[in-house]
């Protein structure tokens, strides 16, 4: 059974700082894109970065270039979001995906999503 979690989540006040983590199980996704995408209760899930299979290629939503990083560790399975200088709009959850068939920036390409993680940033 393919599975991705997302761990690091939590309640951090603005400015801090949060690393998310997404392991994959039940096959590799070293041969695959990898985003990051977040939903506020009502509104529509959106794209935050990406990565490309080997980690060369990076790619952010306005919102995140400057202050968030997202990475790789093929060996461990693994994708990461670390999440800088966060604000309060940054609140929401936090969904990793694997897999997308066509544009890494649409939601409704990804093959495998993961549960999400909370993300509470207060003022």
């Known amino acids: 059974q393919v599975q991705l979690v997302e761990s690091g989540g939590g309640l951090v006040q603005a400015g801090g700082s949060l690393r998310l983590s997404c392991a994959a199980s039940?096959?590799?996704?070293?041969?695959?894109?990898m985003g990051w995408f977040r939903q506020v209760a009502g509104k529509e899930r959106e794209f935050v970065a990406a990565?490309?299979?080997?980690?060369?290629?990076?790619y952010y939503a306005d919102s995140a270039k400057g202050r968030f990083t997202i990475s790789r560790d093929n060996a461990k399975n693994t994708a990461y979001l670390q999440m800088n200088s966060l604000k309060p709009e940054d609140t929401a959850v936090y969904y990793c995906?694997?897999?997308?068939?066509?544009?890494?920036?649409?939601?409704?390409?990804?093959?495998?999503w993961g549960q999400g993680t909370q993300v509470t940033v207060s003022s």
């Open positions: 995906a694997a897999e997308p068939r066509g544009g890494r920036y649409d939601m409704r390409e990804y093959n495998y």
């Open positions: 039940g096959r590799t996704f070293s041969s695959t894109a």
């Open positions: 990565i490309s299979w080997s980690g060369g290629s990076t």
